[in-house]
C-alpha cells in the first residue's frame, strides 16, 4: 500500500510518516533530503535545478520502494500538481491511501519556525505562505483527513492501521 501524506509545509507530515514507521513499520520517505541532493548534484554539474528533472531523479526512487516493501508512505504539501499526478502515477488508486493533513496557518509558522532545518528545503514566509493556500485549496478525494493543530499521535497511527487493514480485506 502506498500512504500519500498531502499537506502544508509545518502541518506534522514528517513527524507523522515517523510515526507510522516506528508504530506500524511503514518504510517512510522523508522526501525533502532527496530533492535537497538532487539540488546540490545539479549546483555541482553546473546546471539549474528544475521540477521535471527532480520528478526524474526522486519519483523512480519511491516506485523502487513500492517493489520492495509492503507499505511505503511518502509526504508532498501538494502544491506542485506535477510532483502529485507523479506520485499519484506510482501505483494503482486502489492501492493508495490519500491521507490529507491540515492545520492552520500560524500553527505551520510556529512549526517551522522552531524545528531543525538540515533536511527541509529553505523557504521564506511568503513561499510558506503561499504553499500552505495552494495546499489548503488542493481539491482531493481523500480516504483520510485530519486537522493537526494538536492531533495525538496514537488516534493518527490507528486510524492509518484501520484504513489499511480495510483496505486489505477489500
Not at 25 to 50: K, Q, Y
Not at 65 to 80: F, Q, R
Amino acid at each position: 500500500m502506498f500512504i500519500l501524506l498531502i499537506g502544508p509545509k509545518g502541518c506534522g507530515k514528517t513527524y507523522l510518516g515517523q510515526s507510522l514507521e516506528r508504530v506500524l513499520g511503514v518504510r517512510f520517505f522523508h522526501v525533502e533530503p532527496l530533492w535537497m541532493a538532487w539540488n546540490a548534484e545539479c549546483r555541482g554539474a553546473g546546471r539549474a535545478p528544475n521540477l521535471a528533472g527532480g520528478i526524474a531523479a526522486v519519483h523512480p526512487k519511491l516506485a523502487e520502494a513500492l517493489g520492495a516493501y509492503e507499505h511505503v508512505c511518502v509526504e508532498t504539501t501538494g502544491a506542485s500538481r506535477e510532483i502529485l499526478e507523479g506520485l499519484l502515477a506510482l501505483q494503482p488508486r486502489t492501492r493508495t491511501l490519500l491521507v490529507r493533513i491540515s492545520a492552520p496557518l500560524d500553527v505551520c509558522l510556529e512549526r517551522i519556525a522552531a524545528r531543525d532545518a538540515t533536511h527541509q528545503l529553505p523557504a521564506d514566509e511568503a513561499t510558506i505562505r503561499k504553499v500552505h493556500a495552494l495546499s489548503e485549496a488542493l481539491e482531493l478525494d481523500a480516504d483520510l483527513s485530519f486537522e493537526n493543530a494538536g492531533l495525538a499521535e496514537a488516534t493518527f497511527v490507528e486510524r492509518v492501521a484501520q484504513a489499511l487493514r480495510a483496505r486489505a480485506e477489500d
